[in-house]
C-alpha cells in the first residue's frame, strides 16, 4: 500500500510539474489582436502565418478581427481594442497624423477604382451627380485624384459619405450614380450591374505616385520594440512563402474568407505583392508622396517625414 501511494504521489508531482511547464509556457506567449480586411491584399500574410504556425514560432498568441476598411481599425486601436492591423493606401494617412505606427509594407495597390452606372463615359461627367465615397479609404483617394484630373472639385458633385458594404447594395439599387470603391468589392457590384463603367484607377497615376498598403500597429504596440520585431518577423516569413506559393497562399486565403480560389486569384493579379526586400528608403520615398497627395486633398496640414510614422525595416 506504501508503494501505491508513493507511485501515486510521484505520479502527481509529475502532473503538477507538466501542468506548470504548461503555464509557463501560456505565459511565455504573448498574445496578440491583429485586424486584416476579407481580400487578399489584408488576408494573404494572415492566412499564410496561421497555416505554417509562424506566430507560435515566435511566441505570440494571435486573436483576428475583420474590418470593412483601414480607419476603422485605426478607431479600435485608438479605443485599445486592436493592437496591428492591416491599411490600403487611402488611409495612410492616418499613420501620418499621428493615430497609428507603420510597420511594414505589404503590396503596391491597384485595385481601387472609380465606376458609374452605364451612360457615364468621363469624368467630367460626374458633376452634379450623385456619388458614393467610404471616407479616408482607398476609394476616397482614387476619387479625389480623379476629379483632380477632371478639373473637379468635391463641390461639383453631390458626394455621400457611406461604408463600403453600403456602396455595394446602393449602386446596385440605383441609388447613386457612381463610387469610389475596389476590388474585389467591385465584382459584386458587377454582378448586378454588369454594364457598369470604370473611369479611373490607381494605374492612372503610377507616374506621380505609388499606392503602398501597409501593416499599422497603435502607438503603444509598436513602442514595444521587441513584440513589434517578433510580429515583423512573422510578417516577413510570410511574404517569403507568399512569393513562393502564390497557388498555396490564394488557397490559404480562400479557406480563411470563405471565397472562391479563382476570385482570390483574380484579387491578387490587381496589386504587387512585395517580398520584404523593400528597401527603407524606397518606401519612405513612397510614403512622402502619399503625405503630397494628403495634403492636396486636405487630409493633412503638411507632409510629415515618414520617420515620425513609418517604424518598419525591411527585410535582409
Partial sequence: ??????????????????????????????????????????????AVAQDQKLWAKQGLEVSTKVFTNGPLQVTA?????LDYGYIGPGAVWLPASGKAKIVA??????????IARAGITDLSQLKGKKVGVPEGTSGDMILTLALQKAGLKNSDIQRVPMDAATIVSAFGAGQIDAAG?????????????????????????????????????????????????????????????????????????????????????????????????TDDATAKKW???????????????????PATYYVGTAAK
Avoid at 486601436?77 to 481594442?81: Q, S
Avoid at 505589404?106 to 472609380?114: M, Q
Avoid at 516577413?236 to 474568407?257: F, G, I, K, S, W
Avoid at 508622396?289 to 507632409?303: C, D, I, M, Q
Fill in 287 to 305: 510614403l512622402s508622396g502619399l503625405g503630397e497627395y494628403f495634403v492636396t486633398a486636405g487630409k493633412l496640414p503638411s507632409n510629415p517625414d
Fill in 181 to 277: 470603391i475596389w476590388y474585389p468589392l467591385l465584382n459584386n457590384i458587377k454582378a448586378k450591374k454588369p454594364d457598369l463603367v470604370e473611369l479611373a484607377k490607381d494605374a492612372d497615376f503610377a507616374d506621380t505616385m505609388a499606392f503602398p498598403t501597409a501593416f499599422i500597429g497603435s502607438n503603444a504596440a509598436a513602442g514595444d520594440a521587441a513584440r513589434t520585431g517578433k510580429v515583423l518577423a512573422v510578417l516577413h516569413e510570410a511574404m517569403a512563402y507568399r512569393a513562393a506559393h502564390p497557388d498555396e497562399t490564394a488557397q490559404l486565403v480562400a479557406a480563411l474568407n470563405k471565397q472562391p480560389v479563382d476570385a482570390v486569384k483574380a484579387d491578387a493579379a490587381n496589386s504587387k505583392m512585395l517580398d520584404g526586400s
Fill in 77 to 81: 486601436m485608438n479605443a485599445g481594442d
Fill in 105 to 114: 509594407l505589404n503590396s503596391l495597390g491597384n485595385a481601387d477604382r472609380v
Fill in 1 to 46: 500500500m506504501k508503494k501505491l501511494v508513493a507511485a501515486l504521489s510521484a505520479a502527481s508531482l509529475l502532473f503538477v510539474a507538466a501542468c506548470g511547464d504548461d503555464a509557463a509556457g501560456e505565459k511565455s506567449s504573448e498574445k496578440v489582436t491583429f485586424g486584416y480586411i476579407a481580400d487578399y491584399n489584408g488576408t494573404s500574410l494572415l
